[in-house]
């Protein structure tokens, strides 16, 4: 007891600085996520000398944060944004995945001599894209939503397939003929439990008549969770459980849904600030210094020729233009999930695991740098955002239950051309309305004759029914102008 003012205190103090870390990266460009990593080693046996080395508990840890960082995304990710692109997510996050980790495992044989179960358990560590990396980065970047869902998708996925491809590697499963009837079996009974969960979750939660608004987003959460457990009880893949459930409920119409997504995002928040220090903590930096080249080694077979090589196979049946294909090879990002995979085969007690996790450590690092504050640029230059397509408004709805309408809280973007549009061509749908704008922090009742500006902040009332059509019609507006419709935009 006599502790534990101190562990709280302390615990408070590393969260303040890692929410304000998160400020401090938006600043200087430089991915939060590397922050986080920092503050842990500042406080390991480098820094401030706290010894922490049991790698079942972070691996414990790390699964446990990871469910919660795909109940985020997948509660926050919207079905009309993936929708199109279903089909390359999960061949990139099925078909890429196997394919990155033969390549990877070839390549890193032949280049650092390791035996071929190793070789593959390297590729396999390395295969995952990070969830909370993509999320956390990707939706800052003015991209097209085609690929922004599919980049999502597959990271939400493949978490799924790579965790099963480590297990039987670093348990020696014999590898056999029946190894592709046990991953089907294991990934399709996970989406089973995943949708009738989410969908039984979202029916209970409609008719549930809880004292406290406060319980509705715990109980969604918990859905999430549940989803995991069930999954992972029953042999099948409970990471995709988690993410299907998760984006069944996001999508669903759920009471107090604006309450839950808030909640939600808090809770991935505080996830990854808590995964990324106790990686922190974890590392040795000396250890680090004997793993830089094979750590570069290994970075460079991912990003220039396993990843490229997986996504150009993989998407060929879709036709996908090359500029898209360089963008999808470039932003495989990789962050938590590949050194929380690496602790499997170290708490396992395979030869040659804590060189994995050293070297992980070193690629996550130079990836992070490399992919995360390039990304914008490459986009650009790629033309696939910026000047020729401006970025997605911001639009956060809060939904009001006893009306069933929600407030539509837009925001006008640089380059947006709902700029210079007058309100009387706005053309909203029946059943929504522009009730307030603020402008340069004060605010009015618009007028027919009203002219949007960049900067302003918009307040759309809708009905629920309505809702989504203002949505469709206030992006298409954003990208299109007010003749978006004579152009083809239907804010799809």
Not at 336 to 347: C, D, G, H, R, S
């Amino acid at each position: 007891m006599a502790e534990l003012p101190v562990v709280l205190g302390a615990g408070a103090a590393v969260l303040l600085a890692a929410v304000l870390a998160v400020r401090l990266s938006t600043r200087v460009g430089l991915p939060s996520l590397l922050l986080y990593l920092g503050i842990g080693v500042v406080l390991g046996e480098a820094g401030l000398g706290i010894r922490f080395s049991d790698a079942s508990l972070t691996q414990s840890l790390g699964i446990a944060a990871l469910v919660m960082i795909l109940a985020e995304g997948g509660l926050t990710t919207r079905w009309s944004s993936v929708k199109p692109a279903l089909g390359q997510g999960i061949l990139l996050s099925t078909v890429a995945v196997a394919l990155s980790i033969g390549i990877t495992g070839v390549a890193l044989h032949l280049a650092l001599g390791l035996d071929w179960r190793m070789a593959l358990l390297w590729g396999a560590v390395l295969a995952s894209t990070d969830s909370a990396a993509v999320f956390s980065v990707l939706r800052t970047v003015g991209l097209r939503k085609r690929l922004v869902g599919t980049l999502e998708l597959e990271s939400g996925i493949n978490d799924a397939p790579v965790y099963i491809a480590v297990v039987v590697l670093a348990e020696g499963t014999r590898i056999d003929w029946t190894l592709p009837f046990l991953v089907g079996y294991e990934l399709l009974a996970g989406l089973a439990f995943g949708v009738a969960l989410g969908f039984a979750g979202a029916w209970a939660l409609r008719r549930a008549a809880l004292p406290a608004t406060g319980l509705y987003p715990l109980a969604t959460v918990a859905v999430c969770f549940v989803a995991y457990a069930s999954g992972q009880l029953a042999h099948a893949s409970g990471l995709l459980a988690t993410y299907v459930a998760a984006l069944v409920l996001g999508n669903s119409r759920l009471p107090h849904r604006s309450d839950t997504l808030s909640f939600a995002e808090g809770m991935g928040w505080l996830a990854q600030i808590g995964l990324f220090v106790l990686l922190g903590l974890f590392a040795s930096p000396e250890r680090l210094l004997e793993a830089v080249v094979p750590g570069l080694v290994a970075g460079a077979v991912i990003l220039l020729l396993a990843r490229p090589l997986s996504v150009l196979i993989t998407l060929l049946p879709f036709r996908v233009p090359w500029r898209e294909q360089a963008f999808l090879s470039w932003a495989g990002l990789r962050g938590a999930v590949p050194i929380v995979l690496a602790m499997i085969p170290l708490a396992h007690g395979v030869p040659g695991a804590e060189r994995l996790v050293d070297a992980v450590f070193v690629l996550v690092i130079v990836l992070t740098l490399a992919q995360g504050t390039t990304l914008a640029p490459v986009a650009k230059l790629l033309r696939l955002s910026a000047d020729t397509e401006p970025k997605e408004i911001e639009v956060d709805s809060a939904v009001l239950d006893e009306l069933d309408a929600a407030l539509l809280q837009v925001r006008i973007q640089d380059g947006s051309r709902l700029h210079g549009v007058y309100l009387r061509e706005l053309r909203l749908p029946t059943g929504a309305s522009l009730s307030l704008i603020v402008r340069d922090g004060e605010s009015f009742t618009p007028q027919e004759s009203s002219r949007l500006r960049r900067g302003d902040q918009l307040l759309v009332v809708a009905t629920e029914s309505s809702r989504e059509a203002a949505e469709r019609r206030l992006r298409a507006v954003d990208r299109a102008g007010p003749l978006a419709r004579w152009r083809g935009e239907s804010g799809r």
